[in-house]
């Protein structure tokens, strides 16, 4: 990912295949794929460990300037929590509001993982970056080709045990861009899991 589905975006704005440049610079062609503004529409669906559909939300979400303005559930405005990063914006969900804004893709402590090269994600040729910010620390598979953001995991710090995974399942054409319309967020080990729709994208 990304939630959303903008962030996700699988545009050919740019498709210079990427070589072994700066992973700093990598990071700056993702961030440019990301729309200065957008607007889109969806539902959120939460799932128990079993997969049943325990609840269904609709949402609205607004970004621009690269920040998320404003987030709507079931038409209540959501509150960003400065405090926790980690908590859920539905009871039993495992989606936050850093997944929704993927806040990390600003962070500027990054560099290429070693042990990951040559990683695929659903058939695409990744490279695999690591970002820090504090005792955050963010692991990213961005496309060879075009420098988008198929997939990323939070592990904690110092350690490689992964505890979030976000990523996207399903590709649809909004307009003249190709975005996921269908995402996963999942607290690792939990079984707690949350999809992510995306209807309209504006």
Same mark, same amino acid.
């Given at each position: 990912?990304?939630?959303?589905?903008?962030?996700?975006?699988?545009?050919?704005?740019?498709?210079?295949?990427?070589?072994?440049?700066?992973?700093?610079?990598?990071?700056?062609?993702?961030?440019?794929?990301?729309?200065?503004?957008?607007?889109?529409?969806?539902?959120?669906?939460?799932?128990?460990?079993?997969?049943?559909?325990?609840?269904?939300?609709?949402?609205?979400?607004?970004?621009?300037?690269?920040?998320?303005?404003?987030?709507?559930?079931?038409?209540?405005?959501?509150?960003?929590?400065?405090?926790?990063?980690?908590?859920?914006?539905?009871?039993?969900?495992?989606?936050?509001?850093?997944?929704?804004?993927?806040?990390?893709?600003?962070? *500027?402590?990054?560099?290429?993982?070693?042990?990951?090269?040559? %990683?695929?994600?659903? #058939?695409?040729?990744? $490279? &695999?970056?690591? !970002?820090?910010?504090?005792?955050?620390?963010?692991?990213?598979?961005? *496309?060879?080709?075009?420098?988008?953001?198929?997939?990323?995991? %939070?592990?904690?710090? #110092?350690?490689?045990? $992964? &505890?979030?995974? !976000?990523?996207?399942?399903?590709?649809?054409?909004?307009?003249?861009?190709?975005?996921?319309?269908?995402?996963?967020?999942?607290?690792?080990?939990?079984?707690?899991?949350?999809?992510?729709?995306?209807?309209? !994208?504006?």
């Amino acid at each position: 990912m990304s939630f959303l589905a903008s962030l996700f975006l699988a545009v050919a704005q740019l498709t210079t295949p990427v070589a072994d440049i700066p992973a700093k610079e990598l990071l700056e062609r993702c961030r440019q794929m990301l729309p200065a503004e957008v607007e889109l529409n969806g539902r959120i669906i939460v799932r128990n460990r079993r997969g049943i559909v325990k609840s269904e939300h609709t949402y609205t979400y607004k970004r621009a300037k690269s920040e998320l303005l404003e987030l709507k559930i079931d038409g209540a405005l959501i509150e960003r929590s400065t405090k926790d990063p980690f908590k859920p914006l539905l009871e039993g969900s495992a989606v936050t509001w850093s997944d929704l804004s993927l806040d990390y893709l600003n962070w *500027d402590d990054v560099l290429y993982d070693p042990k990951l090269v040559g %990683e695929s994600v659903h #058939g695409q040729k990744c $490279r &695999v970056i690591i !970002l820090r910010n504090a005792d955050r620390v963010m692991r990213v598979w961005l *496309d060879k080709k075009t420098s988008a953001l198929l997939q990323a995991e %939070e592990t904690l710090s #110092g350690d490689d045990k $992964r &505890v979030r995974r !976000l990523w996207g399942t399903r590709l649809k054409k909004f307009g003249e861009r190709w975005a996921p319309s269908v995402m996963e967020v999942e607290i690792v080990g939990s079984g707690l899991r949350t999809k992510i729709t995306i209807e309209e !994208l504006k």
